[in-house]
């Protein structure tokens, strides 16, 4: 195998191929702390790409409750107990990722899920960790908690699905990184369905061949992000380009989310992959659980964000921006209380407030001579 460097785990590691990064890395990051689980965004996938014969159980994005939810059922729980032990020491991983812990004769650590597996996308929903006992009342924190945690195709760097396929079937596109799967190439061996740790390939039984999240490239081409990012309602999702930590720009946000404020972690660093989908952790949850999910720094990451308002105000603005455009965001700039979405010209995309106009008013209508219920 190659060595390359993995920058999210702090080292050099094994992978089948060398390090080859594309032009541009399409990159996304999620909120969680804004996910309501509506799933507009998995119907918006499903109607555009996977509403023919043989796609009825693919969900290309989904949106698990955690800690108990799963598609395809413990995907996550079972790939991470195969790994054995994941210690890091600072931010470097100690480990082993699944391309090092591969079985004599086998190109990676992985499993084929049942078909039954596939058959509970709603398990664990809004349930919660803990017990509600009686007498219980509201306190801060929550003793209790759960979150949501939308998926799409990480993208990787070194994808699991790529390295594992005796096609060849699977490429990353060196314009902009997405990762393909070359249907002309593919026969259905499904090496890739056990290959990614997070199951985003998915075998189709009436065509014979695997198919998986595209990053709606051709929208991608016309800088445009993907349907389920336009057609979020809870406006979670910014999709930009990243670089590797040495060259990150503060005015791409992307890397300034990722790179230089820390705020927004991979899933799964220990994996090896690199993935590129990047995620703000939920405030509310302990952090051992979110240090299993995100890494080292999660910790660190839920206090830059708590005290964005207050010490980071051109954090705090970045996130304003969040599903303010369906253009691509290049970069972004603030002035004052507005806060700009670029494209790679420079061009600006949308201009919003950093903070919105609040109105307050009496609580009592002295005119009318009635109490007000919503006094804002």
Not at 11 to 31: L, N
Not at 64 to 89: F, N
Not at 265 to 292: A, C, D, S
């Amino acid at each position: 195998m190659a060595r390359v460097f993995n920058w999210q785990i702090g080292r050099i590691m094994s992978y089948w191929y060398g390090e080859t990064r594309p032009a541009k890395q399409f990159a996304a990051v999620f909120d969680l702390n804004k996910c309501i689980a509506c799933q507009t965004c998995t119907l918006a996938c499903k109607t555009t790409w996977t509403s023919g014969r043989g796609q009825e159980y693919m969900l290309w994005n989904n949106v698990e409750s955690k800690p108990y939810g799963s598609y395809p059922l413990a995907y996550d729980s079972k790939i991470l107990e195969m790994l054995g032990p994941q210690e890091w020491v600072g931010e470097r991983y100690e480990g082993r990722t699944v391309f090092e812990a591969a079985p004599a004769g086998e190109r990676l650590l992985g499993y084929r899920p049942e078909s039954g597996d596939y058959s509970y996308p709603n398990i664990g929903e809004d349930e919660i960790f803990g017990t509600v006992d009686g007498g219980m009342s509201v306190e801060m924190p929550h003793p209790v908690w759960m979150f949501y945690l939308p998926r799409i195709c990480n993208h990787c760097t070194y994808p699991a699905c790529l390295a594992a396929c005796p096609r060849g079937s699977i490429y990353k596109r060196p314009e902009d990184g997405i990762v393909l799967i070359d249907q002309k190439r593919c026969r259905g061996y499904r090496e890739c369905v056990r290959a990614c740790p997070y199951k985003k390939t998915f075998f189709n039984s009436r065509t014979g061949v695997s198919e998986k999240c595209i990053a709606c490239f051709p929208l991608g081409e016309q800088d445009e992000q993907p349907r389920c990012f336009t057609q979020c309602i809870g406006k979670i999702r910014l999709r930009g380009w990243i670089s590797v930590p040495e060259k990150a720009n503060e005015n791409n946000p992307i890397d300034y989310l990722v790179h230089v404020k820390k705020v927004a972690l991979p899933l799964f660093p220990q994996l090896g992959l690199e993935p590129n989908v990047y995620y703000i952790p939920p405030i509310h949850v302990p952090n051992p659980f979110l240090n299993q999910l995100f890494g080292p720094l999660s910790e660190q990451a839920v206090q830059t964000y708590r005290n964005a308002h207050k010490n980071e105000p051109k954090l705090a603005a970045l996130i304003n921006l969040f599903g303010c455009t369906p253009k691509t965001v290049a970069a972004f700039k603030t002035k004052g209380n507005i806060v700009s979405a670029l494209n790679d010209n420079g061009d600006t995309l949308v201009a919003v407030p950093v903070r919105e106009p609040v109105a307050v008013r009496p609580a009592f209508d002295t005119q009318r001579g009635v109490p007000r219920m919503n006094v804002t």
